[in-house]
Structure formats: structure tokens, C-alpha cells
């Protein structure tokens, strides 16, 4: 871990609200692992920025395995969950936000639901560019909330809780900050393929038009291909 970074116990003071989120991802990593182009992991070694409690990493190997991966995370308590629950498979969690100490090593990477948490934007594409080997693929889910009613009350309610800021940046700002440092930049929209429920527990939206406007509106899937 370089000497900047500042690791914690949690990004999210509450447990409970942690295990949720963790539970919430699930339909939506499920649909991004179909969605990937990739079908063939076997011979690749694989990143996720913000792993948080590790469950993406395991969920896609269940479907598609890969060699190797890594899951950094700056949350302490979260590695150590995520290193308990990784059981026999070809994993390594650790406390880090540097993957460019990896120099080469990652044929795909990936950054769920996290980058609005990441407010250098310029030098998180530059670590990537580090990481990922030649023609490495870095997919970014992101759900832009710069024209979302809800965009204040979103922000207020996660910085309730959150050890980081939440940064509302705009498509463009993260699409230049990786065509800048040479990457090739692709974006789909994403929308679900099932219903949507509506919980009464996890509430970040002052309505809920303005949270199916979230999902189906203004969630996307960034694929940044290394030149």
C-alpha cells in the first residue's frame, strides 16, 4: 500500500447496511457477467477495484473461471471478511488502492459501483493503465446522477455513512480521464432484465420515480480497452 493511501475498518459505518449492499449487487453482477465479452477466463488473471467483501470475485467464478485474481479494498474488516469467505478458490484479497504495483499483470479488471467514490479520476485511469497488460479490459458499472432529482438527497445519504466522498461525475469526465491516458472507450446502458424491487431498508432516492429513473435511465457499463 503506497504511503497516500488511507485504509479504514469499513467505507460504511453500518454492518448491516454493508451486507445488504452486498446482497443488493447480486442480480446486477449477474447481468454483467453475461454481458461481458469475455467467455474464456481460464488463462487470465483478473482484477476488482473495491472488492469490498470479495462476493463478485467468487460469483464469477462460479460461471466463468479464470486462473488467478486479486480484490483490493482499502476497508480492512472487508479483506479480512472477504479472505475468509474466499475458501479454496485462486484468489488474493488485500488491503490496497494501488493496483499499479501489479505492473502488467491483469488481463481484465473490474470497478463495481464504485468509481463515484474515487474523486481523482486522472489518476485512478493511470493506475489502470499500469495494472492491465496490452489489450487488458477494464469494465466500470456507473449510474450518473448529474441530472437525477434525487441527486442532493443520493449524496447526503451515502456521505451519512460513507468514509469517502460521493463524486457526481458527469459520463464525459470519466469517459476523457481514460481516452486520455490511451484507452479505448466503449459504454452501454444497462438495464434490468428482471423486476426491480422495491425496499423499504436501503432508501437514497426521495422517490421512487427518481430511483427507476437511476436504473433505467442513467446506469451504464464502461469498457476501457488498454492500447
Given amino acids: 500500500m503506497t504511503v497516500n493511501e488511507q485504509s479504514y475498518e469499513v467505507w460504511w459505518n453500518n454492518d448491516e447496511g454493508e451486507s445488504l449492499m452486498e446482497e443488493g449487487h447480486l442480480k446486477g453482477w449477474m447481468q454483467l457477467i453475461s454481458t461481458i465479452k469475455e467467455d474464456d477466463l481460464s488463462n487470465d488473471s483478473v482484477l476488482d477495484f473495491g472488492c469490498n467483501r470479495g462476493g463478485f470475485l467468487r460469483l464469477l467464478h462460479q460461471f466463468k473461471p479464470y486462473k488467478e485474481a486479486i480484490g483490493i479494498d482499502l476497508g480492512r474488516n472487508s479483506i479480512e471478511i472477504a479472505n475468509e469467505r474466499?475458501?479454496?478458490?485462486?484468489?488474493d484479497y488485500m488491503v490496497s488502492g494501488s493496483p499499479e504495483e501489479f505492473e502488467g499483470k491483469f488481463d481484465l479488471a473490474f470497478c463495481l459501483s464504485v468509481i463515484y467514490l474515487i474523486d481523482d479520476l486522472k489518476t485512478h485511469?493511470?493506475?489502470?493503465?499500469?495494472?492491465?497488460?496490452?489489450?487488458?479490459?477494464?469494465?466500470?458499472?456507473?449510474?450518473d446522477?448529474?441530472?437525477?432529482?434525487?441527486?442532493?438527497?443520493?449524496?447526503?445519504?451515502?456521505?451519512?455513512?460513507?468514509?469517502?466522498?460521493?463524486?457526481?461525475?458527469?459520463?464525459d469526465d470519466i469517459a476523457s480521464?481514460?481516452?486520455?491516458?490511451?484507452?479505448?472507450?466503449?459504454?452501454?446502458?444497462?438495464?434490468?432484465?428482471?423486476?426491480?424491487?422495491?425496499?423499504?431498508?436501503?432508501?437514497?432516492?426521495?422517490?421512487?420515480?427518481?430511483?427507476?429513473?437511476?436504473?433505467?435511465?442513467?446506469?451504464y457499463i464502461f469498457r476501457f480497452t488498454r492500447l
Wanted: charge should be negative; hydrophobic fraction near 35%; aromatic fraction near 14%.
Fill in 145 to 171: 446522477l448529474t441530472t437525477n432529482p434525487s441527486r442532493d438527497f443520493f449524496k447526503e445519504e451515502i456521505e451519512k455513512y460513507s468514509h469517502l466522498q460521493a463524486n457526481m461525475h458527469t459520463l
Fill in 125 to 143: 485511469a493511470w493506475k489502470l493503465s499500469k495494472a492491465l497488460k496490452p489489450g487488458g479490459v477494464y469494465y466500470v458499472t456507473y449510474t
Fill in 177 to 219: 480521464a481514460f481516452s486520455n491516458e490511451g484507452f479505448r472507450v466503449e459504454i452501454k446502458r444497462k438495464v434490468p432484465t428482471d423486476f426491480v424491487e422495491v425496499s423499504s431498508e436501503e432508501k437514497y432516492f426521495s422517490s421512487l420515480s427518481d430511483e427507476l429513473m437511476s436504473i433505467y435511465e442513467n446506469s
Fill in 86 to 91: 474466499k475458501g479454496n478458490l485462486p484468489i
